[in-house]
């Protein structure tokens, strides 16, 4: 109990620092809030322009892809807030063999290098990708029982949590391949999959996507749960990748760690 | 003028010095593009029942996606040197440039250009690969002529890219931080431009919105021509609109560049 104490103690300070920090690069704090705003615009518009041309997609129509759509841009607005920013700073840590430094101090070194730099901006924004679910559930047209709500909100921040851990084992290969970006830009590149509904991908690519690089989970299983039946298998499926992926980040982190050679590396 | 050669060898050597990153970089980006827009208009025509949506059938929407991802590819430059102006402006090291005896906006449009010759290496082999898999749709326009000019338009269309980016990343003269700038012009250069879909689909306010924008310029009009589906005149047109932009955003990026070099404080920030 003390160390989750102490833990949550050292998040508020984090939190505390970064509200400081941004306050003081002001034009920087407005401008990344209208950044991300942009995204969740564009983000909403592809839907429509494409549901000018379609009833359905996936399986789904529009007021259930927008619940969907506030889902992932839920998921970002969570990693923007808590991860991001940490896993963008971690390949050149390893590379100029700063990570030293957390590593001596007496914490455990990856919460500390994945939670150290909270955006504060960010945080703005997942209140905005809030207001467009808000936006998404009154303009369906049945109702979705609260606990569905609360579920669906549980398993997004759960899918944030699971994109987190797919980055930061790609991130993670800075260690190996000294370069600058690991290749966590892969994990950005490769989330166009999880921006889209699991339903319109089919064999081997759809299988991969639910399972070696689960990108479906991340928004799309959550807005089944919510807008569909509850389905025990497919809420098992995400918690267990979840849990698997979370082991292998905890493994891998220690192997890395094995063979980091600090400022050589 | 050697170094004009000196500086391209010196951007082509360190875009291939992490050479797996390089290419794993390139191969992902492309094929989560392409599969994803695949499945996603695969999934739209079942559900239609049609052949033929907007002009497009599926094999010719890939082509688009294909010509989109790549050719923005060569647009962009890769963002090298280029990207690297504010960084430059923030860390003092503008004062080298400042010193040697070339332009310094010159050097990086050299740096961009080396980037963009990658650029089309990498369309070419892509396209190889994607044809021999996949083959050409039956109603395609696809030629070795409208290839060669899609490359032709990517290239002097980058030029339009570099100067909207030169322009932008100059705002570090005056502010802390300009990524982001960068990051919303490059999202909305993705939409606008056509990228994430054919401005063919857009609704009549949106063709509109972006018709008074370069954004169409710089993915939209480089792979209709890819795809053949420009005539002559509209290229034509689109050419004109191309020389009005640039001739605009020359006289505006040698106004910032004017004005941020007095600005400069030679120490960073």
Redesign the interface.
């Known amino acids: 109990m003390r160390v989750v104490l102490r833990y949550t103690r050292l998040f508020g300070y984090f939190v505390a620092f970064s509200f400081s920090k941004f306050f003081e ?1 002001r ?2 704090f407005f ?2 809030i ?2 991300d705003i ?2 969740y615009l ?1 983000a909403i ?2 839907f429509r ?2 549901f ?7 399986g789904w129509n529009e007021p259930q892809m927008m619940i969907f759509v506030a889902g992932y841009c839920m998921t970002d607005a969570i990693n923007m807030t808590l991860f991001s920013n940490n896993l963008w700073h971690l390949p050149r840590f390893i590379n100029k063999g700063d990570l030293d430094y957390y590593l001596l101090r007496p914490v455990s070194s990856l919460f500390f290098l994945t939670l150290r730099d909270f955006a504060a901006n960010s945080l703005i924004n997942l209140f905005c990708t809030f207001g467009i679910l808000v936006w998404a559930i009154l303009r369906y047209p049945e109702p979705l029982a609260a606990a569905k709500i609360l579920l669906f909100l549980l398993l997004i921040f759960n899918g944030s949590l699971l994109f987190c851990g797919i980055n930061m084992i790609m991130t993670m290969m800075a260690f190996f ?5 690991g ?1 966590g ?2 994990a950005w ?2 989330m ?2 999880g ?2 509904p699991d ?4 064999g081997w ?1 759809r299988r991969i996507l639910t399972t070696l690089l689960p990108f479906s989970l991340i928004a799309s299983f959550p807005t089944r749960l919510l807008i569909e039946d509850l389905d025990v298998t497919t809420l098992l499926h995400l918690l267990g990748i979840t849990i698997l992926f979370f082991s292998m980040v905890v493994w891998l982190w220690n192997f890395s760690l094995r063979h980091y050679t600090s400022a050589s590396s | 003028m050697k170094w004009i050669k000196m500086v391209a060898a010196m951007e082509l050597k360190k875009s291939l010095t ?1 050479r ?2 390089f290419w ?2 390139f191969v ?2 492309v094929g ?2 392409l ?2 827009a695949y ?2 208009w ?3 025509f079942e ?2 029942n049609t052949t033929s ?2 002009g497009f059938s599926l094999l010719t929407m890939t082509y688009y996606y294909l010509f989109s991802a790549c050719s923005l590819r060569i647009v962009r430059g890769g963002e090298g040197e280029a990207g690297y102006i504010s960084t430059d402006i923030y860390d003092g090291s503008l004062t080298r440039y400042l010193l040697y005896p070339l332009p310094f906006l010159g050097f990086k449009y050299v740096a961009h250009l080396a980037q963009q010759g990658i650029g089309i290496l990498q369309l070419l082999l892509v396209f190889l690969f994607v044809s021999t898999v996949i083959g050409f749709p039956n109603e395609s326009s696809i030629s070795l002529f409208t290839l060669m000019a899609g490359i032709a338009t990517s290239l002097f269309v980058g030029y339009l890219y570099y100067l909207l980016q030169v322009c932008i990343e100059m705002v570090a003269f005056w ?3 300009v990524w ?2 960068m ?2 012009f490059r ?2 250069t ?2 606008f431009g056509g990228a ?2 054919p401005l063919a ?3 009549d306010w ?1 063709r509109t919105v972006a018709h008074f924008t370069p954004f169409p310029l710089l993915i939209s009009y480089p792979v209709k021509t890819f795809l053949g589906q420009i005539t002559l005149f509209e290229w034509l047109e689109s050419f004109a609109l191309f020389i009005g932009w640039v001739l605009f955003l020359t006289l505006l990026s040698r106004w910032i560049w004017t004005r941020g070099v007095k600005q400069y404080s030679g120490v960073g920030i």
């Open positions: 690069f034009f920087d401008m990344r209208l950044m942009i995204y564009i518009s592809f322009i494409l000018l041309h379609t009833p359905s997609l996936g391949s000294h370069s600058g970006q290749f830009f892969m590149s490769l166009r999959f921006e889209r339903r319109i991908y089919q690519t | 992490y797996v990153h794993v970089q992902g980006h989560a593009e599969l994803v499945f996603l695969k999934a739209v559900t239609r949506i907007g502010q802390d931080v982001n700038l990051a919303m999202m909305t993705i939409f994430v879909l689909f857009f609704p949106g």
